[in-house]
C-alpha cells in the first residue's frame, strides 16, 4: 500500500494519574489519504480531540507511529515539532479562540508573524485568506462584532493563512445555528475540493459529519466501526 498522508500505527496516549492510568487512545491504526475529509465521531471521552491534537503536533503520543507527508512527527524534538506545526497544521476549534481585542485581519496575521516575511507579503496573504472565506468586508471588525459563524470563518482564514496542507477541526460547527453551521462546512469541503487540503473534523453532529468523505467512530480509545458517506 502506497504511503497515506496521514498514517498512525499502534497509537497510545496514556496519562499517569496517581497510580492510575488513564489510555484515552489506544493502539490505534488510521490511515488518510491526501485530499480527503475525514469526520470523527463518538461519545464524548472516547478520545476524539486527544487523537486530534496528537495529529496536530500539539501533543506526543505515548507509544506507537505516526507519519504525516513522510515526517515521522513522534520522533520530533519539542522545537522541531512546534516548527513543524507551524508550516503543516491549521487548527480550528468549536469556540473559534481570536484574540477580541485584535482586528479579523490582525486575528489572520498571528500565525505569519511567526516566520520571516515582508509586511506588503503577509498584507496578500491575510487578504486572500479572508477574500477566501468571503470576509473581506470585515477586516477590520473585532471578534464582538462579528456574528458567531462570521468569528468561525476569521478562524478558519488564520488557520490555512500560513497554507499549511493539514487542517483539523474540533467541532467546528458545535456552537453554531444551522444555516451558520452549513456556511462553515460548505467552506470545509470547498478547501478539500479546490484547494486540495486533508481535512479530520471531530463532530457530534450527523449532519455536519455527512459533509465529509468518511466518517470514523471512536469508542474507549478505539475505533469501532468505518463508514463510508457519499459525498455532499
Ligand atoms: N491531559 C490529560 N490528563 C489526563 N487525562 C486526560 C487528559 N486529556 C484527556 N484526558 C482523558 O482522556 C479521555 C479522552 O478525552 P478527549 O478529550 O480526547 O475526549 P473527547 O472524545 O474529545 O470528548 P468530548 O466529546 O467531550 O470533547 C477522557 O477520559 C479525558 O479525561
Ligand atoms: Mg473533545
Redesign the pocket.
Known sequence: MSLSFIQCRGLTKS?Q?GNTT?T?LENLDLDVSKGHFLALM??????????LNLIAGIDSPTSGDLHIGGTSIAQLSRGALTDWRARHVGYIFQLYHLVPILSAFENVELPLLLSQGSRSARRQRVERALELVGLQDRASHRPPELSGGQEQRVAIARAIVADPPLLVA??PTGDLDRESAQQILTLLRSLVADHGKTIVM?T?DPKAASAADETLH?EK?RLVTAQSLATV
Open positions: 496519562y494519574k488513564v484515552p463518538g461519545p464524548s471521552g472516547s478520545g476524539k480531540t486527544t487523537l474540533d467541532e471531530v457530534h471512536l480509545g
